[in-house]
């Protein structure tokens, strides 16, 4: 089913290819999630949430700022593009206005004048790209390079930064997989390739990249770059950055191929100026990526441990020992106890309690047998006991579905959020406690008690990743309340030892921690790259760099 097209005061229907995601909210319509009434009820009782008495509006009904483009910049992009691959109508405006975060889709919602870039350009060639950035830089008008626009961080919202007008640069029509050199195992992929669209590529030649993120189904192989975007088998393949081998950019200032072997003592390493960039410094327009085999068989074991430090110190051991899980994560005491609640059989034994962890393990028949069984031996030795398979089949099998509980959760008058973070294994239970409280306390002040889950989401022999998700009732101004929260989560990490974020990159609402997390000579290391690059300062301001 395609999304309602979003049509404002300027009722003119969408002439571009839409994003494939609703405009106000995650995915696939057809795949939402309502909440059922015993749900409600439960939501009502413990934490006090009750329908909020505003309606959305509907997407006719959204107004948006006019844009602030002339008919002379408008006819200019059309010269570089085609008439065809520009468009300053609301309906096609609209489902570029932000990311999906929760602020975001709180945002959609609201019945004041919307934000939105003031034009949507969907170049077709790196030549194109070229000249629009060049246009732009001479016109004053900033660009904001757009993948899937799923960006959680406020990586693509509609910034201006002092310039007369922003456009929305949509890759989606960087869409090849231009190589694959099997003797190697490379791959070159367009930049607007979405997950599915990449994996079915390599699929049909018998090879995998292998990196899900939750938000797999809609993001692209540009956007994993410009965010390093972390999956859910990175256990197993690596992070996103992990697997980029090289990258061709495009900058105001000129292109740049990076990455000419496997491994170089050619300097500092470029392409990690460029990776994380997010959008800030250059437009990615393909990635060459180590990519593997389709993998012949995989082995799912789930598993209970009877606390969180038990668990966490078992996956800490498996790790170090490199016994070679692709899927490894583990759910604190709240979030097993919430899963608990939906279904208190897990793999056919009654749980009580404790902690779910999930294995995953890929290869050959004889590889993935190895690895299991390594693993499993460390897990039960570490105090674990196993569920079986089908908890983790389970897993697997929903594990891209949970964002549409929170567009439920958001209607049904919860406020539904997630942050992560990561730090060293010793640091890790002190991280999770002080984050822990810093919500509890700040959603507190604000009116409402709140359910803080935590899970182990990647790990690495020196430590993991901590990702977060709240869920309270929504006060009179939800983006207020989170706001509260989010900044004293944010102090709580950098206070204790912890990244401002693991994967879910920088954007505008990590900028206000990104001095202290960098320093301020590395700050100023970004603005001399920025400056080099991009001296007019078009691409993507108020993302990233202080
Ligand atoms: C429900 C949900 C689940 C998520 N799960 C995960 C997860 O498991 N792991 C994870 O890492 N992240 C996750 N994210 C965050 C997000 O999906 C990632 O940051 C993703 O990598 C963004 O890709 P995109 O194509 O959607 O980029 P966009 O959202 O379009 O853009 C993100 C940033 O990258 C820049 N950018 C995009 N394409 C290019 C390009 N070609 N050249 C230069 N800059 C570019 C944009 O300007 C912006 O700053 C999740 C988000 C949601 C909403």
Known sequence: MTPDAPTGPDRTPATLPLPPMKW???????????????????????????????????????????SA??????DALAGIVGAAHVSSHDADRLPRAGGKSTPDLLRRRSREVQDAPDAVVLPGGEDEI????????ERRIAVVPFGGGTSVVGGVDPVRGGFTAVISLDLRRFDRLESLDEVSGEAVLGAGLTGPQAEALLAARGYELGHYPQSFRYATVGGFAATRSSGQNSAGHGRFDDMVRGLRVLTP?????LGRAPASAAGPDLRQLFLGSEGTLGVITAVRL??????????????SFPD????????????QQGTGPTVIRISDETETAINLAMTDRIGGAQVTGGCLAVTVFEGTPEQAAARHLRTREVLLAAGGTSLGEEAAKAWEHGRFNAPYLRDSLLTAGALCETLETATSWAGLAALKAAVTSALEDALRESGSSALVMCHISHVYPTGASLYFTVVAAQQDDPLEQWGRAKRAAGDAILAHGGTITHHHAV?????????????????????????????????????LIP
Do not use: Y
């Open 507 to 543: 954007g505008t609402d990590h900028l206000p921690w990104m001095t202290r997390e960098i320093g301020d000579l590395g700050v100023r290391i970004l603005r001399a790259v920025k400056d080099a690059v991009d001296p007019a300062g078009i691409l993507n301001p108020g993302k």
């Open 290 to 303: 180590r990519v593997h085999p389709t993998p012949a068989v995989k082995i799912h074991e789930a598993w």
């Open 308 to 319: 969180f430090a038990t668990g966490a110190a078992a996956l800490r051991e498996v790790e």
């Open 130 to 137: 070229t000249a629009v950035l060049a246009l732009c830089a």
């Open 253 to 257: 200032s000129g292109a740049i191929d």
């Open 24 to 66: 106000d909210a995650w995915g696939d319509p057809d795949l939402a999630k309502p909440l059922s009434e015993d749900i409600r009820a439960l939501l009502e009782q413990a934490l006090g949430v009750t329908p909020a008495d505003h309606p959305a509006p509907t997407a006719q009904e959204v107004v948006l700022r006019p």
């Open 69 to 74: 483009l002339s008919r002379e910049d408008l």
